[in-house]
Structures are given as C-alpha cells and as structure tokens.
C-alpha cells in the first residue's frame, strides 16, 4: 500500500528487507516475486500499479549483480498532475503499469494482461 505524504507530490512506497545482521536492505531481483503489486487509496481515487519484477530491476528499483537497488520510490497515479520533470519521467514509465479502479470503466483487459506471467 502506497502512502501519501504531506510534503511531495505522489505516494511513497518502502520495499526492504532484513539482512542476515539485521541490516535493511533492498530487495534483491533474485528472491523477489514475479510482480510488485502497489495499491493507491486516497479517498475517491483508487488503483493499483502492477509491476513485473524486470522492469524493477530495469528502473534500479530491485537490487542485482548490476544495481545497488532503492528501500523506497515514489508512484505517480494518472490523477498526479503539476509534476517536476524527475517526478514525470517516473510517472511516464508508470502509467504503462496502472489501472485506474476509481473510474466505472476499468479497464479488465489491461489488469487481466498486466496480471499475466506472460507479461513479465
């Protein structure tokens, strides 16, 4: 579940875990599942980010034998607007990834395709 936060536009996210002396870390790309799903709720507005674990260790999210990883980012739903252009790169990769549920026309397709192995 993705928080909002008071200062920064977008909801924050934190993915780590424990090391094996207690340390946080990231997670690794090699233990991680298939997808990161990341559900956004803020009143009326709701979705959620389905992500296959590639694209994570593509964007440096997950960490791996070629990136150290992040313990947290930040997601931009569709309803994020008056970005800075960091926060929109993020959120142009992103929105291939999203499905809107606040709408009354979800798109089953998309989620379906998104929830799919094949689309890893």
Known sequence: MAKK???????FVV???????????PFDAYNSPELL???VIDN????????????????KILSS????????FRVYP???VELN?????TQTWQKNY?????TDQVDEDRFKRLLSKSNC
């Open 5 to 11: 936060t008071p200062t920064k536009q977008g909801y």
């Open 37 to 39: 799903v990341v559900c």
């Open 85 to 89: 252009k960091t926060a929109q790169r």
């Open 78 to 80: 569709d309803w994020v």
């Open 15 to 25: 993915l780590w875990e424990k090391d094996d002396r207690g340390q946080n870390k």
């Open 44 to 59: 009326q507005q709701k979705g959620v980010f389905i992500f296959p674990k590639v694209l994570l260790v593509q964007q």
């Open 65 to 72: 034998q070629q990136t150290q990883g992040k313990m947290a």
């Open 98 to 102: 999203f499905v809107d549920l606040s």
